[in-house]
């Protein structure tokens, strides 16, 4: 096995091959993670925000929106298919009727916690073999990467 891995990476720099590593992990993570999500009855997409106000009860749509960096209207539409499927509870602000607050329901809430559930068990088992000692290491040099993705990113902001 490590006579083939060093054929196949004849020519690639490693830094290629960790970013290839990187890049495939992100990837089999998000179709995992979506097939076990789906199980719950909610899209991604409302999936998402139905986490994010359950963190944040009683956020006004306005709130969430930002929070997320997505347009209200986005954030609207993902709101009246949770409402719809009885995951949400939206009231108006008796101050302010442009705002509305949202309320997790006890159907959302059970959906809140099936998915904590998927990702403790998948963080486990994505770990299962490494040692706190090598998460560590890993989390330090992924930090490191994400840096110079920042430094990156502003360079092009200021551009």
Not at 5 to 27: P, Q, Y
Not at 54 to 62: L, M, P
Not at 91 to 115: A, C, F, M, P, Y
């Amino acid at each position: 096995m490590e006579q083939s891995m060093k054929n196949k990476s004849d020519g690639v720099s490693t830094g290629k091959r960790i970013l290839h590593e990187i890049i495939c992990f992100a990837m089999k993570h998000r179709t995992i993670m979506q097939s076990y999500l789906d199980k719950t009855g909610v899209y991604q997409a409302q999936h998402h925000l139905l986490m994010r106000i359950s963190h944040n009860c009683f956020a006004s749509q306005k709130d969430l929106a930002e929070s997320m960096e997505k347009s209200p209207a986005a954030v609207a539409v993902s709101l009246k298919k949770l409402e719809k499927g009885g995951y949400i509870t939206r009231t108006t602000d008796q101050e302010d009727n442009r705002l509305n607050h949202i309320r997790i329901t006890g159907k959302g809430d059970e959906v809140v916690e099936q998915s904590r559930q998927i990702f403790i068990t998948s963080e486990q088992r994505i770990f299962q073999g490494l040692t706190k000692e090598e998460q560590s290491s890993l989390l330090r040099l992924l930090h490191k990467l994400n840096a110079n993705l920042a430094g990156m990113e502003e360079e092009i902001r200021a551009k």
